[in-house]
C-alpha cells in the first residue's frame, strides 16, 4: 500500500494524532521517538536503528543517563528562571510546564526517580530554596548570575549611602537642638522671677523704670504692677499649670465605677501572684500525656472531678468512664473549638470563665472574651498553657 498523499485526509489525521502530548510509555528516549500504539512501539523496537541505539547505551550507560539528567535539570532551571523569576512557586506547576513541550526530557531517562527526589537534590545543591508544606513542595530560583549580584551590591551601596547621609544629618539635627537646649537653659538661670507681694494694704506701690527714670504710685502703679507680673510670669510656670489643669480633667472623666475596678485590680494584683506553679481546677478537661498507663489511655481525654493538694488530680476518662490519680504533669490542657467555654487556670485572669473566639497559631495563644469576674466582656490573648475546655 503506498504513502498516503500530503493533503489526502489520512495523512491530515495522522499529523493531528501526533501533535501534543502522547503517552509516556510509548516513547523511546534513546531514538527520541513517540509512537501512537502499542504497535507502532513494538515495530519501532523491533528496527534495525533502535538495536543499534541499545548497543550504544549497553557500553557505556552511565555516560547517557547523566547526559539525560543534565539536559532535564537545565531545562527544567532555564523554565523556572525565565517563567517564574525569583518568586515562590510549586513544583508541580514548573514541571507541568517543562513537560508541555513534547521534545522534553522525561524524568525516567534521569537519575532521579520522583519529582520530590529532584526538588531535595537542588535544595542540597544550592540551586533552589525549597520548603515543604503541607500543599507540596515549593522551590524558588536563586539567581547567580554575575550581572544580577553586581546590580544588587550597586543597590545596597546606595542605600547605604542614603542612610549615612540620613544619619550625618540627623546627628546634626540633634547638635543644633542640644545647643539651642543648653542656650535655653543658660538664659533662664540668669533671669529669675518673682511674685508681686505686698504686705500692707495701704503702703503704696512704686516701680524704678530704669532708663526712663521714673515712678509710678496709686492705683494707676498697682495696675501696671499687675500686668508688669503677668508678663514677667515664666513659661514653666505656664506648662505646669496647663499639664495639672488636664490631669485634673482626665480625673473627672473617670467615672466612679472605673475607679473602683482599677482599685479592685491593684489588691488583687498585691494579694496574690501573677502564675503559679500549680494550674489544675475542677470542672476542666484535660489530655492525658503520660505513656505510663498503656496505650488505653494515653492522649486520651478525661475530666477534673477533684484536686487533691494542688498538684494531683482524680480524672474521669470521658471515654470508658474510669477514674484515675494522676500528677500534674501527666496531664495537660484542651483547646476547644472556637466559641465553647473555656476556664483560664493561670495568670492574671486565674479561676475566670471565657469563650474562645480564635486562635493565633503564630504567638500561641488565644483570644479569649471572659465571662465572669471584675473583667467581665473584656477580650484578653490567653496562652494555650494557661486555659483549658469546660467540661
Known sequence: MGKADFLSPKAISNRIKSKGLQKLRWYC????????????????????????QLLLASECPRKFMDHFSSEFKSGFLELLRRRFGTKRVHNNIVYNEYISDREHIHMNATRWETLTVFTKWLGREGLCKVDETPKGWYVQYIDRDPETIRRQEELARRKKHELDDEERSAKFIEEQVRRGRGDGKEGDEDSLYTELKRD????????????????????????????????????????????????????????????????????????????????LQSDIVVKVVTKRLGQKYHKKKAVVTEVREKFTAVVKMMETGDKLKLDQEHVETVIPAPGKAVMIVNGIYRDARAVLEGIDEKKFCASLTLESGPHKGKRVDVAYEDFSKLA
Open 200 to 279: 500692707n494694704e495701704e503702703e503704696k506701690v512704686t516701680f524704678n523704670l530704669g532708663a526712663a527714670g521714673a515712678s509710678l504710685a496709686g492705683p494707676s502703679a498697682s495696675s501696671a504692677g499687675l500686668a508688669t507680673n503677668a508678663l514677667a510670669k515664666p513659661s514653666s510656670a505656664k506648662r505646669k499649670e496647663a499639664s495639672s489643669a488636664l490631669e485634673s480633667r482626665d480625673k473627672k472623666k473617670k467615672s466612679a465605677l472605673e475607679q473602683i475596678i482599677e482599685m479592685e485590680e491593684r489588691k488583687k494584683a498585691q494579694q496574690q501572684p501573677v502564675r503559679t506553679d500549680h494550674w
Open 29 to 52: 528516549q534513546m531514538c527520541q521517538k513517540q509512537c501512537r500504539d502499542e504497535n507502532g512501539f513494538k515495530c519501532h523496537c523491533m528496527s534495525e536503528s533502535h538495536q543499534r
